[in-house]
């Protein structure tokens, strides 16, 4: 795809803070239609991970993000909030009672139980960009920078650049995403 958008909106942000201050990175929020539901597809969701994980920042992940949780099947703020749903059961494992909203559809599989064990899942990518951010100071601190000129795959730069849009990173992707479930 064309990561011009993403780009301009990088040199907006460093240009409206202040050097030093730290962003407060986030995909959605409870006030926002869900990643999953706007992205729809899981290897979609996988880029947004990473992009957002790897900035420059303090990410804050919406509760089900992690998982690829949807929105719920109506268009008002309510279903932007379904519960989350941490196994396959008629109530997520979020609730011994009712919930108080219907779960998100396809909650069988985006769901914490299902994904736990599984590499290749998106819960075990978000886990293993977290590791990254704790391990890296590069990623907890450092700098976001642009380079010029375009990269392709075999070209790719020797040693890091001093500027440009560019964070170096070596999370491994060991297993390719799998598609999301149908509404």
């Given at each position: 795809g064309n990561a011009a958008g993403i780009a301009a909106k990088?040199?907006?942000?460093?240009?409206?803070?202040?050097?030093?201050?730290?962003?407060?990175?986030?995909?959605?929020?409870?006030?926002?239609?869900?990643v999953a539901t706007r992205l729809?597809?899981?290897?979609?969701?996988?880029?947004?991970?990473?992009?957002?994980?790897?900035?420059?920042?303090?990410p804050?992940?919406?509760y089900g993000e992690e998982v690829g949780q949807q929105n719920g099947p109506g268009g008002n703020d309510e279903w932007k909030r379904t519960p989350m749903a941490w196994d396959a059961s008629a109530t997520g494992g979020f609730t011994t009672g009712?919930?108080?909203?219907?779960?998100?559809?396809?909650?069988?599989?985006?769901?914490?139980?299902?994904?736990?064990?599984?590499?290749?899942?998106?819960?075990?990518?978000?886990r293993r960009?977290?590791?990254?951010?704790?391990?890296?100071?590069?990623l907890r601190r450092g700098d976001l920078g642009r380079l010029k000129g375009r990269l392709d795959r075999k070209k790719r730069p020797r040693r890091r650049p001093r500027s440009g849009w560019a964070r170096r990173s070596s999370i491994a992707r060991t297993a390719a995403p799998r598609a999301m479930p149908a509404r």
């Open positions: 990088l040199a907006e942000v460093r240009q409206t803070y202040p050097r030093g201050a730290a962003d407060a990175l986030f995909l959605t929020n409870h006030d926002q239609q869900r729809g597809s899981v290897a979609r969701l996988w880029n947004a991970a990473a992009i957002y994980l790897t900035l420059p920042g303090s804050f992940i919406y009712t919930p108080w909203w219907e779960l998100s559809p396809g909650h069988t599989s985006t769901n914490v139980a299902v994904q736990t064990d599984d590499a290749a899942s998106l819960l075990s990518w978000y960009l977290i590791r990254a951010r704790q391990v890296s100071s590069a």
